[in-house]
């Protein structure tokens, strides 16, 4: 699953006693950008990499021009770029620039080792393809401020591990990697269910098996800075699921029974229960 896309902003251009600025190069390039004339794209975010490393806009251009040697299929050449990226003080929470519904920061760091991860897919080398998606997810996680955001994060994040784990013909660990995320509400996780069934489909007793975990509800004390609650879960295939909805404070109490009854609505479990 592929939303990956080019930090590509358009700055308003100045001009300063008729120069060309940086901004001017960056905006073209932008343009070019956007007419998919890749070649005159680079040109410009390259200018600006090998004469401005002190601009504002060096990042971005750095960015794109390992991001349009991606999309050019010129892997060899993109590696190196986002290699370095990675070992770069780029400011991950930048301004990316873009309207209301789009990212807020550059993530430059989680972008880049997204997109190594992408690369070593594409030359079916699956075991860097996780090492790079890992980091991704753990060392540079993605960041916003939308929870909604968030939830879709992590449902591409599943189904992007998922998938490079059965390339790697460890479907357990996919299993593993799905089950956190079927009760997502915040995000279309139609998908989550959809490789679960295909991946769960020849097991047998899932049903009973899911209904013995719902009977175990255990709780976990959450402190987070000055603030605490209860949170439930549940283990189902040896995975720890959270039950949706399931925080408990000094003004709201867990009903375990209402829980579990909810549970049985949802998509999730008439899938197990079809199986």
Request: proline share 3%.
């Amino acid at each position: 699953m592929k939303v990956l896309f080019s930090i590509s902003i358009i700055f308003l251009s100045f001009l300063a006693y008729g120069q060309k600025m940086p901004s001017d190069y960056f905006e073209e390039a932008s343009k070019y950008f956007e007419d998919e004339k890749f070649d005159e794209a680079l040109k410009g975010y390259q200018y600006i990499v090998d004469n401005h490393s002190k601009n504002e806009l060096y990042p971005k251009a750095f960015y794109n021009v390992g991001y349009i040697y991606f999309i050019q299929k010129k892997y060899d050449k993109a590696i190196p770029i986002f290699k370095e990226i990675l070992e770069s003080n780029f400011n991950e929470k930048e301004n990316l620039g873009g309207g209301i519904m789009a990212d807020p920061y550059t993530n430059y760091r989680h972008r880049a080792s997204k997109m190594l991860s992408e690369i070593y897919y594409a030359k079916k080398k699956y075991d860097t393809a996780l090492h790079y998606f890992a980091l991704s997810d753990t060392t540079y996680p993605y960041l916003h401020f939308c929870g909604n955001e968030y939830a879709a994060n992590d449902v591409h994040t599943a189904l992007r591990y998922a998938d490079i784990y059965q390339q790697l013909k460890q479907p357990e660990k996919a299993i593993e990697k799905l089950l956190p995320t079927v009760f997502i509400t915040l995000a279309d996780n139609s998908k989550v269910i959809e490789e679960l069934k295909k991946l769960l489909a020849d097991r047998k007793g899932l049903k009973q098996e899911l209904d013995n975990s719902l009977n175990k509800i255990y709780y976990k004390k959450i402190d987070i800075e000055n603030y605490s609650y209860t949170r439930y879960y549940f283990k189902f295939l040896n995975v720890e699921i959270a039950v949706p909805e399931s925080y408990e404070d000094e003004k709201k109490k867990f009903e375990k029974d209402k829980a579990i009854k909810e549970i049985k609505q949802t998509v999730f479990y008439k899938m197990i229960e079809q199986l």
